[in-house]
């Protein structure tokens, strides 16, 4: 039986999605490797604001508006364990607000100001992702754009910068972006029949699941093709990623979207550390 604040954190640790912990910190990595920073300290321990607390602002804030839409998803229940309810909105909004100020502590540690002003805007890109009256998620294009910069080019950028000039980044860098552009509009297509019957209007629910599953495949062969990253593993990835982003475009039935999405959450999982190793 756990205390009454043990319990609340580990509500607080379900909220903030532990299955996608990874990712932030991978792609933080990422740039690290391209800048060829080294991995000091102040490094690690932004990495470390990088999982939960990260992701309790961006999810946390996400569940307390998206309160209709998670109680009809029965996928959303399974996955991430926890559904925000109205009584529990204040402690969530309440963690999220105090998750904020270390995550920006650990970008001053850097004393680098392009580290900085990325990771200040991935929190408030966290917030406007989510919370009225702007909530770019119901503003599509601008909810997949804003997860292209949330979760890939401002993370990355926040690496890249402690060994080199981000407005110097080669394009190659933007197109994975622009990949996570279409890996959210591919998400959208998931969560089409709670989204629609809750009201919001997601990128899928706007333009069609075939739409939404278009534009992933779309952005995975674009960075294919022009991307020129010389990795086995960047290339098998986007690869495997085209091939099933194509078959969700060409047969936008659940179970088959929910493949495509789990192989390229995987995928990048096992390809961010095949790269980082140089395998």
Known sequence: MLSPLAAKLHFLIQVSRPIIWPVLPLVYALGLHASQAEWTVAAMVQMAML?????????????????ESDRRSARRRAIWGAVVLNEDRPLVFRAALFAMPPIVIAAAATRNWDNIVA??????????????????????????????????LLPFTMGYSLNANPREMPFKYYLLGLCVCGVHALATATDYDADRAAGHRTMAVKFG??????????????AGL??????????????????????????????????ACVTVYVGFVVAAICYLFGW
């Not at 999982?51 to 996400?62: D, E, H």
């Not at 917030?127 to 601008?142: A, D, G, M």
């Not at 939404?212 to 495949?217: L, R």
């Open 51 to 67: 999982t939960f607390p990260t992701n309790l602002v961006g999810c946390g804030l996400n569940d307390i508006y998206d309160y």
């Open 119 to 152: 990771t200040v805007s991935l929190v408030l890109v966290g917030w406007l992702y989510s919370v009225p009256p702007l909530r770019l998620k119901e503003r599509p294009p601008l909810d997949s754009l804003a997860n292209g910069f949330g979760y890939f």
């Open 209 to 222: 699941k075939r739409a939404a599953t278009g534009i992933a495949f779309a952005t995975f062969l674009i």
């Open 226 to 259: 022009y991307g020129d990253f010389q990795s086995v593993a960047v290339d098998t990835y986007l690869g495997v990623c085209t091939i099933a982003t194509l078959a969700a475009t060409l047969l936008p039935r659940d179970g088959v979207i929910s493949i």
